[in-house]
């Protein structure tokens, strides 16, 4: 079945009457963009998604040792990524450094550890949530956080990602310290994007 999504804003009209899948248009529309969309677009973009398996497939792989990053798209405005993940397999504590995103849960449970900076510029943890598929979450700027598939899950996590813009270099943080530390996504991320 073919469903279409009307996003405002800066989402351009799809430009034919071709019946799209809710992904497909997402992805059209996003190679369409003119400008950065804001992080309440990202969310409502997720939100309103119709993901199938047969979206995810071209863009699902696990790997044994870390979570494995799928880039599906990747403009000068925003970035997509499929991420997909083993139980027990997290993220390093980052923030976005300079950009903000929206999460939907498409597989499996996720869990999201926010934490915060006291005056001394020390992290510690702040709240933890758990997501389910179907559920949008976001990080805005500069929100500290931590992702991950618990292992007691006992199950695979498949998220989809959208950054605004792209996502280049990461600041990690460790709970306790002051040190910030830098991860760069792009050295982790599989498919040449489009």
Same mark, same amino acid.
């Given at each position: ?7 405002? /804003? ?6 034919? $009457? ?33 993901? +199938? ?12 040792? +870390? ?29 976005? $450094? ?21 005056? +001394? ?28 598939? &618990?292992?007691?899950?006992?199950? $695979?996590?498949? +998220? ?5 813009? &792209? ?13 910030? /530390? ?13």
């Amino acid at each position: 079945m073919s469903t279409s999504i009307e996003q405002p /804003g800066v989402f351009p009209p799809a430009e034919d $009457n071709a019946p799209l899948s809710s992904f497909d248009l997402l992805l059209k529309r996003l190679s369409q963009l003119t400008d950065a969309p804001s992080l309440e677009d990202l969310h409502d973009c997720l939100g309103g998604l119709t993901v +199938t398996e047969e979206d995810l497939r071209p863009h699902k792989g696990f790997k044994a040792g +870390t979570y494995a990053r799928h880039r599906v798209l990747r403009n000068q405005f925003v970035e997509l990524l499929v991420l997909c993940w083993r139980p027990g397999q997290r993220t390093p504590i980052h923030d976005h $450094n300079g950009s903000y995103g929206a999460v939907r849960v498409c597989e499996g449970v996720m869990w999201e550890t926010m934490f915060d900076l006291d005056e +001394t510029q020390t992290l510690f943890y702040k709240s933890a949530r758990e997501w389910k598929p179907g559920d949008v979450t976001g990080a805005d700027i500069p929100d500290i956080h931590q992702l991950g598939n &618990p292992e007691v899950s006992g199950q $695979n996590l498949v +998220t989809l990602h959208l950054y605004a813009p &792209p996502l280049n270099v990461l600041n990690t943080y460790k709970v306790g310290s002051s040190e910030v /530390g830098y991860y760069k996504p792009d050295e982790f991320t599989d498919g040449a994007g489009i």
